[in-house]
């Protein structure tokens, strides 16, 4: 548990490896990193910054090659 610092947002699409959070100590003292399982889609995030030890920080839904690199050409279709 700690305070935690959001690397992603809902929306993002991430690639496996990619930092998700830094949870630091109330000292700010890192003590965890967390990293993408998987490539994926965040569909939502914890709003508190001070968490517990097991609570969902981030919920994460798995992409399949094909529709991450979909998902991918759409974001850029998008954001010129």
Do not use: W
């Amino acid at each position: 548990g700690g305070l935690v610092e959001l690397k992603v947002s809902p929306g993002d699409i991430i690639r496996k490896g990619q930092l998700l959070h830094i949870t630091s100590n109330p000292f700010g003292r890192e003590v965890s990193r967390l990293k993408a399982p998987y490539d994926g889609l965040v569909v939502s995030t914890f709003t508190v910054p001070m968490v517990r030890p097991g609570s969902a920080i981030c919920h994460l839904v798995p992409l399949t090659r094909v529709q991450f690199e979909r998902a991918v050409r759409r974001r850029r279709e998008v954001r010129p």
